[in-house]
T-cell receptor, first 111, second 115 residues
């Protein structure tokens, strides 16, 4: 079957760096996406990795290791507004038109 | 552009009632999808469509129907509401020229309670 594992909660302080891990099990891997969702809001797309390595977009970076079936989202210079849930997602095995999401990691940023 | 819009924002149904959740997008996206999100959980795909006239099932399709008569609209029908369908429903769209589907634009959601 397919599955994604993420920590349920992470806590950090403003200005710090936090890493949110995601391990996945799927056949026919097409890439790993990350989404952010604030309480009461809609998910918004953050990043996508199809190949191994680090992708940087401002304060956020995303990493993928296909050999380890593992990726992470790195948030630097944390701000209070980064408090949200973060979801990793992969296309379904055998059908890249379907996305399966992890259960999400709730990030709490404290002063 | 309004992006992805959903109506209604909130809805309360009684068990056995039916209703349609509306979703529309003005980005000319071919791909549209419906998800449900239960407390503390990720999003689960209900149905999706890769273009007008083409729909397919996701992870949790039972109890829901969809149709896609235009590129813009993708309504979700609850046939006979059950308390287990209490959830937040999100509609999303993306440009289908980017397979695999990885970047989706989400609507604001419909919060549905079935009593």
């Amino acid at each position: 079957g397919q599955s994604l594992e993420q920590p349920s909660e992470v806590t950090a302080v403003e200005g710090a760096i936090v890493q949110i891990n995601c391990t996945y099990q799927t056949s026919g891997f097409y890439g790993l996406s990350w989404y952010q969702q604030h309480d009461g809001g809609a998910p918004t797309f953050l990043s996508y990795n199809a190949l191994d390595g680090l992708e940087e977009t401002g304060r956020f970076s995303s990493f993928l290791s296909r050999s380890d079936s593992y990726g992470y989202l790195l948030l630097q210079e944390l701000q209070m507004k980064d408090s949200a849930s973060y979801f990793c997602a992969v296309p379904f095995s055998g059908g890249y038109n379907k996305l399966i999401f992890g259960a999400g990691t709730r990030l709490a940023v404290h002063p | 552009n309004a992006g992805v819009t959903q109506t209604p924002k909130f809805q309360v149904l009684k068990t056995g009632q039916s209703m349609t959740l509306q979703c529309a997008q003005d980005m000319n996206h071919e791909y549209m999808s419906w998800y449900r999100q239960d407390p503390g959980m990720g999003l689960r795909l209900i149905h999706y469509s890769v273009g007008a006239g083409i729909t397919d099932q996701g992870e949790v399709p039972n109890g829901y129907n969809v149709s896609r008569s235009t590129t813009e609209d993708f309504p979700l029908r609850l046939l006979s509401a059950a308390p287990s369908q209490t959830s937040v429903y999100f509609c999303a769209s993306s440009y289908s020229g980017q397979p695999p589907i990885y970047e989706q634009y989400f609507g604001p959601g419909t919060r549905l309670t079935v009593t």
